[in-house]
């Protein structure tokens, strides 16, 4: 899969190609439903299939850390679309410049003369340009015009409603992770490149792999029981996901625990798969009470895993 960084990268590689655009947060179920109705029309036209999203995300841009917490990074996005067969990604800086252009602007740059799409897949509700006053019928003047095809986002219903990045991390919120699960057609998942830490969990004999967390917010903090992907094989282990009140932690890390497992992960790449909440995080009085508390998560995770097997 190619990364197509701004609409200056845009090569005439890159052209003649089906698209949809959005944030695809987390592709999730109903993401991969667009992707597989895109991947159908590449076929009869010939075409690439490529994802335009947005870095960072709008609401990002405009509410900064009170936007929602993020499901997926850029990395584990771009992961995600790989793993779905996406062809290329058009990967827009979202900043005073984009969000400045005409919404005629934004289609003959990005969709006639750069990517010269031929079909195109959004939801309804879709608006960009200069004051948002692009929309679903600008669209389809704009293809009638340039000849390409306007289609709308088929919605996916679960349990009568409507998959979406909210209601996953609303379930991610409500310790739901069946749920999520369900919706994201996978555990949730957090990816990233093990970094050395302060050694601390060597010191209290639990050593753990440090992930840094590349969010503005978390999407759930708390210790967890998880599933690690190591070369292809999976480990159980235990993940503490947050500041870490106990040694007056500032920034974000995932630091995982893994059970049964002896190596070195430094600069590895690691998959993390949630499985369930242990309990929250909190400040514990004594590296002691700490050590013990990491104790008894051990335990309570190997239980759980025993009771998962068939």
Do not use: W
Not at 16 to 23: H, Y
Not at 72 to 93: F, G, I, M, T, Y
Not at 124 to 146: A, P, Q, V
Request: glycine share 8%; proline share 4%; hydrophobic share 40%.
């Amino acid at each position: 899969m190619q990364l197509i960084r701004g609409l200056h990268n845009i090569r005439p590689e890159h052209q003649r190609c089906v698209a949809t655009i959005g944030n695809f947060d987390g592709v999730h179920v109903g993401h991969r439903t667009i992707l597989e109705a895109l991947k159908q029309q590449a076929f009869e036209l010939n075409a690439k299939v490529c994802v335009i999203t947005f870095e960072p995300q709008p609401r990002e841009y405009f509410q900064g850390d009170a936007a929602p917490p993020r499901l997926s990074s850029l990395r584990e996005k771009l992961e995600l679309l790989a793993e779905n067969h996406v062809d290329q990604v058009l990967c827009l800086p979202f900043n005073d410049r984009l969000r400045s252009l005409s919404a005629d602007d934004f289609v003959l740059r990005a969709l006639v003369e750069g990517l010269d799409i031929r079909y195109l897949i959004v939801g309804d509700d879709f608006r960009y340009g200069c004051d948002r006053k692009g929309d679903f019928s600008h669209l389809e003047m704009m293809g009638e015009r340039y000849g390409f095809e306007i289609c709308d986002t088929q919605t996916v219903l679960m349990q009568q409603g409507r998959i979406s990045s909210t209601r996953i991390r609303n379930a991610l919120a409500e310790n739901e992770f069946a749920e999520a699960e369900h919706m994201l057609g996978r555990p949730f998942t957090m990816i990233g490149r093990v970094v050395k830490g302060q050694q601390l969990g060597r010191t209290l004999g639990f050593p753990t792999a440090n992930i840094r967390v590349c969010r503005r917010r978390l999407p759930l903090q708390g210790v967890f029981a998880v599933r690690t992907l190591v070369d292809g094989h999976r480990f159980n282990a235990v993940a503490n996901l947050g500041i870490r009140p106990s040694v007056s932690g500032v920034k974000p890390l995932l630091e995982v625990h893994m059970l049964d497992f002896k190596g070195d992960l430094y600069d590895r790449t690691l998959r993390v798969e949630f499985v369930e909440k242990i309990r929250d995080e909190q400040k514990f009085e004594s590296l002691e009470a700490l050590r013990a508390a990491i104790a008894n998560d051990i335990e309570v995770a190997r239980k759980l895993f025993i009771n998962e097997s068939p």
